[in-house]
């Protein structure tokens, strides 16, 4: 995310760059898809509003933090979110990263996996569906993908967007695949991300 931050203080913004838990130096023993993390960003959301009450304050999140992200929706409180190649429910995520391993048995093995989450990770399945909590995010977001994620492909990108409420925006990116989007193509993120932050985070709060 270095890249981004860069981008973002080049551009006027103040920028935090948070480690989520068993991320980076952060601890933590294991990831829980954006579940746990959820409370992370949160947290950088509340230190952020801390730090520069006046402010409006909004997100990136990648994969699994633009998971937590939507995940934390309802509490979150954000005033534009980014979410760039985000899973619309684990059993999607998980069924795609089988497929890619062993094809066409991905269907009959990606259950076996989603019934681990629970004694592994101490969470459900029906916990982790972004797809049906990006709604209440309560804030215009941007939704992008690569139109060759076999990750999170663009089928499910569309499901995702289609969920959200308005104002929303949608960037499929030709050729990418699940990938640093912003490395990818840095002339095109600049052109779209940019603006939709300048858009909805640069008025102050009344």
């Not at 959820?38 to 998971?67: C, E, K, N, W």
């Not at 992008?144 to 990108?157: E, F, I």
Request: glycine share 8%; hydrophobic share 50%; charged share 20%.
């Amino acid at each position: 995310m270095i890249t981004r931050a860069r981008l973002l203080l080049d551009a006027g913004y103040a920028v935090l760059v948070p480690d989520l838990q068993a991320h980076g130096e952060s601890t933590g023993d294991f990831i829980t898809f954006g579940y746990r993390e959820a409370g992370d960003a949160i947290a950088s959301f509340d230190l952020m509003r801390t730090l520069y009450p006046h402010l409006r304050v909004g997100g990136i999140g990648m994969s699994l933090g633009g998971a937590a992200l939507v995940l934390a929706a309802g509490r979150l409180k954000a005033d534009a979110v980014v979410l760039e190649s985000v899973y619309p429910t684990i059993q999607a995520a998980l069924e795609n990263r089988v497929a890619l391993r062993v094809g066409a048995l991905a269907p009959v093995l990606t259950p076996l996996l989603v019934l681990q989450l629970r004694p592994l990770l101490g969470v459900d399945a029906a916990a982790l569906r972004p797809v049906d909590r990006i709604r209440d995010l309560g804030c215009p977001v941007l939704i992008a993908s690569g139109s060759a994620d076999r990750h999170t492909t663009p089928a499910q990108t569309e499901a995702l967007f289609r969920a959200a409420a308005d104002p929303k925006e949608l960037w499929l990116v030709p050729g990418a695949a699940h990938v640093d989007l912003l490395r990818y193509d840095a002339t095109e993120y600049r052109r779209r991300v940019l603006p939709f932050l300048d858009r909805y985070l640069l008025s102050e709060r009344a």
